[in-house]
Nanobody, 125 residues
């Protein structure tokens, strides 16, 4: 079993930056694909970014491409999401997720087996 805990959310003005972190515990996630999703009020949970097990290959959802950067530190069992040039549309609860394999199936919620509780990000205009 894997436990995921997100941190780093908060309130920021449009154009600003935030860095989210996800700490994994319970078992090693170094061989698992990990990702960030987000959910705005009244909307479906959507894919944000993912990183493969060795941290070399990343994939981004179209709304955040070029602004967000996902990375991982397998020695520390952490995954980070650096969010730059934030927009009000980036507002939502951000969730860390992990698969149980090292796959390139990135964007579908049902491909992920473990989820954190989420951290709120609010971008004011």
């Amino acid at each position: 079993q894997v436990q995921l805990v997100e941190s780093g959310g908060g309130l920021v003005q449009a154009g600003g930056s935030l860095r989210l972190s996800c700490a994994a515990s319970g078992r090693s996630v170094s061989s698992y694909t990990m990702a960030w999703f987000r959910q705005a009020p009244g909307k479906e949970r959507e894919f944000v970014a993912a990183v493969n097990c060795n941290g070399v290959i990343t994939h981004y959802g179209e709304p955040v491409r070029g602004r967000f950067i996902v990375s991982r530190d397998n020695a520390k069992s952490t995954v980070a999401l650096q969010m730059n040039s934030l927009k009000p549309d980036d507002t939502g609860v951000y969730y860390c997720a992990s698969q149980r394999v090292c796959s390139f199936a990135w964007v579908t919620k049902t491909d992920y087996d473990y989820w954190g509780q989420g951290t709120q990000v609010t971008v004011s205009s």
